[in-house]
């Protein structure tokens, strides 16, 4: 199993698989439907922007993650919202019942630890990180969907195979559920565990994936 370490300069991290398998592990557990999911392999991307140019789809179809921890306890909530709005910590404060002072972001450590991520690869999964946690998903998620990355790609994209290293040894017979309809617009698009892999999915597909008491939707974004 990879580990994540300190990279000397000019060095990508290493990235450890084991979120991105767990993930899709129980995404390919989901049956009657299958869930509609395409994946798309890129160079590492970190911030939003990056991975909207990466992926040919708007920015605010992007589901940004971001762990939030209260100050003074182990207590740590995964936030989800479009990738063109910030958190308002404040309003988080709110419903997770605490003052806004005691909201704050997450360290790097804290991160890898909680998620079994680097920055920049966190999927919008609370409930599916080694660490599990409660994930807020801002209201306005929902309308800002978009078609998935379309399949005429950059030369730097191409489609995520079985066959790819990071890809569960214990799911090499089993197929990806094929992605047929790309006129779609009701997806949300975000790295799944690793820099260099994006997932376009539609959002009551996340939400089956999420699990049905492991969110709250409520209004945390400015």
């Known amino acids: 199993m990879a580990s994540a370490s300190t990279p000397l300069e000019n060095e990508s991290p290493v990235e450890d698989y084991s979120t991105f398998q ?42 940004k993650a971001m762990l939030v921890c209260q100050k003074n306890t182990d207590q740590f909530t995964l936030i989800v919202l479009p990738a063109h709005l910030s958190c308002d910590t404040k ?8 003052p806004s002072s005691k909201i704050r972001m997450a360290t790097e450590d804290e991160v890898r630890q909680i998620t ?3 920055p920049g690869a ?10 599990k946690v409660r994930t ?8 800002s969907t978009s078609h998935p990355p379309p399949l005429t790609f950059n030369p730097q994209v191409k489609l995520f195979s079985t066959n790819d290293p990071e890809w569960p040894s214990d799911l090499a017979h089993v197929a ?4 047929t309809d790309h006129e779609r617009n009701d997806c949300i698009n975000f790295n799944i565990g ?15 994936v999420l699990g049905e008491n492991s969110y709250s ?3 945390i974004s400015k």
């Open 22 to 63: 767990s993930i899709m592990r129980h995404v390919m557990s989901l049956k009657d439907p299958l869930v509609s999911i395409l994946l798309i392999r890129h160079p590492p991307v970190r911030t939003s922007v990056e991975a909207s140019n990466q992926r040919q789809v708007p920015l605010h179809s992007g589901a």
């Open 91 to 98: 309003k988080i404060a709110v419903v997770l019942g605490v």
């Open 217 to 219: 939707i409520c209004d």
């Open 122 to 131: 966190v999927p919008p999964f609370g409930s599916l990180f080694p660490q």
């Open 194 to 208: 690793l820099r260099t892999v994006s997932c376009s999915i539609p959002f009551s597909d996340y939400l089956r």
């Open 176 to 179: 990806l559920p094929e992605f």
């Open 116 to 118: 079994g991520c680097i």
């Open 136 to 143: 807020l998903i801002d209201g306005k998620m929902s309308q």
